[in-house]
């Protein structure tokens, strides 16, 4: 029987050694060659482990809940989860945001996306997961970041609210700030998810789960929000 997950075993061969090896290994060989290794290798082995599930995923998809999450790099849906493929619609932005739901002749990519899961597939749940270290939260405080990227400068317009909200709280450390900022952010993107169609109905009607994740990279914890309480609070067994 294969294990649960296909990233998961992708993890246990391709180690973080392996990972700072590649960095190394970058002065002498193109990364691309790299990612065209790791290709050669899903195909040869866990494609291979999970075949009858990727031939049953050809006839469409339905997954039961849609990921909110920031696009960094070190964020990995499937495997902070332990998810198999077709199992998480997912949605990655600079700095996990929920745009306010309008319709607009303007090319918008995640308010696409959510209205896409919620109204074409329906999904049972909705995560809204930010993180530790967050650059995008980071830059907030940073003017000097968007000297040469003025779309980020105006993707970020979106939560200067948040900043406001903490600076007020006077956080003592930049890691409070941090923190504060991070964890803030989860709870108003939450909030915009109520702007969009059927939303509030569904979740009232308890048809619809609302889920905001605060993730620590550098521990692997994650943080669930308490609608009642405003505070997250960790995930355990």
Not at 90 to 103: D, E, G, L, Q, T
Not at 105 to 121: M, N, R, V
Request: glycine residues 4%.
């Amino acid at each position: 029987m294969p294990p649960k997950n296909p990233i998961n075993k992708a993890m246990k061969s391709h180690s973080v050694s392996h990972a700072s090896e590649s960095k190394i290994a970058s002065n002498s060989q193109n990364t691309i060659d790299l990612l065209f290794e790791g290709v050669i290798k899903f195909k040869e082995e866990n494609f291979l482990a999970y075949k009858e599930l990727f031939e049953n995923l050809k006839e469409g998809q339905n997954p039961h809940t849609l990921f909110v999450g920031c696009a960094d790099s070190r964020v990995v849906p499937n495997l902070i989860t332990n998810t198999l493929p077709g199992e998480l619609f997912v949605v990655r932005n600079i700095a996990n945001i929920v745009p306010p739901y309008r319709a607009a002749d303007e090319y918008l990519a995640t308010t696409s996306a959510i209205e896409y899961a919620l109204e074409e597939l329906k999904v049972e749940n909705i995560i809204i997961c930010g993180h530790s270290h967050c650059g995008g939260c980071a830059a907030l405080y940073e003017e000097s970041h968007f000297v040469n990227m003025p779309n980020v400068r105006n993707w970020l317009k979106l939560i200067e609210p948040v900043k406001t909200q903490v600076l007020s709280l006077n956080p003592k450390t930049t890691t409070m700030r941090a923190y504060l900022t991070e964890q803030i952010n989860i709870e108003r993107q939450i909030m915009n998810l109520f702007t969009y169609p059927k939303v509030k109905e569904k979740y009232l009607a308890r048809t619809l789960n609302l889920y905001g994740w605060h993730y620590i990279i550098e521990s692997g914890e994650v943080y669930n929000y308490d609608f009642k309480k405003h505070e997250f609070n960790l995930l355990k067994g």
